[in-house]
């Protein structure tokens, strides 16, 4: 196996392999975490620490790399490799039924619908096989527990996985060697439950961008733009809605009329008629005001 830490003065000897779990999810909460050592606990923080009580108890050793498993487990396991970079603690190791040692991660939560592991959870345990050999193990197969199914997900290792595995390795080195934090995930659901997600603040460094792109001087109390026009939306039972950088306008199910946002000054909406929240957010961003009517043109209230 070749050296896949970069020779580059200032980086640690190793990376957790907690951290390339990180990595996989949201590379930017990876950046946050372990470079910039920025840290907030959260629920699921907090329920992951108390699934893993059964394996932090106590710590207990490997048997000889040669020796035979029997019944025997180990639990609490730390070990690393200087040559990959990586250092884990493996939550349970067990002989496996070809003799070899199978390490079992254990996780809070449950796998995908299809009954794979999620991406993040898989590539932490290939590290954890990865590591065991190195330290000289026979490893083949490496388990996932998910305490919600109280089930195992089992992960056959072959040179394939090996490759991605590495192929994952060298991209955390090469951001964790950057000055610049990776960019925050766009409109994901992995947001909303992400401990640092008020540090990170995805939704808000999005909107400045957007900002900045599209109005880089003040706003101006006319409209800048001579092609720029309002937008009434007097159908009533309508919603408007956006996609793919236009403002779509919707009744019964069909689509009633569609602009380009760039060509929109503001939106007016008279009577019964719903935007949703994609499109408010979207308006917002931009500097697009929205006004509401009553059905007779009465103002209303605007944002």
């Known amino acids: 196996m070749t050296l896949v830490r970069p020779d580059l003065p200032g980086l640690p000897e190793t990376v957790p392999a907690r951290m390339v779990n990180e990595f996989v999810y949201c590379r930017r909460l990876f950046y946050l975490e372990w470079v910039q050592s920025r840290f907030a606990t959260s629920h699921d923080v907090e329920e992951g620490l108390y699934v893993h009580r059964v394996v932090d108890d106590g710590r207990s050793d490997l048997p000889v790399a040669n020796e035979s498993w029997g019944t025997r487990t180990a639990t609490s396991v730390w070990l690393s490799s200087a040559r990959m970079g990586i250092a884990g603690r493996l939550d349970l190791v067990q002989g496996g039924a070809d003799g070899g040692a199978v390490p079992v991660d254990y996780k809070k939560g449950r796998p995908q619908d299809d009954g794979r592991p999620w991406p993040s959870d898989r590539v932490q345990s290939l590290l954890q096989a990865l590591l ?3 330290s000289g193990y026979e490893c083949t197969v490496a388990e996932i527990w998910y305490d919600e199914t109280r089930r195992r997900v089992r992960i056959e290792i072959g040179d394939e996985e090996v490759e991605e595995t590495l192929g994952v390795l060298r991209d ?5 060697a950057s000055d610049v934090a990776p960019a925050p995930l766009v409109d ?7 401990s640092l997600v008020g540090i990170c603040l995805p939704d808000e460094i999005h909107a400045l961008a957007v900002r900045a792109q599209s109005r880089p001087v003040p706003r101006r109390v006319m409209a800048e733009s001579v092609e720029s026009r309002p937008v009434y939306v007097m159908l009533q039972g309508s919603t408007v809605g956006v996609r793919r950088g236009r403002l779509e306008i919707f009744h019964d199910g069909s689509a009633a009329a569609s602009y380009r946002l760039i060509d929109v000054s503001q939106v007016c909406l008279q009577g019964n008629v719903s935007i ?3 499109a408010m957010r979207e308006l917002l961003a931009r500097e697009v005001p929205v006004l509401w009517f009553s059905y007779g043109g009465w103002f209303s209230g605007l944002a």
């Open 132 to 134: 065991l050999r190195e």
């Open 172 to 176: 955390v080195w090469s951001v964790a």
């Open 188 to 194: 994901s659901p992995k947001c909303p439950r992400c």
């Open 276 to 278: 949703t929240a994609q």
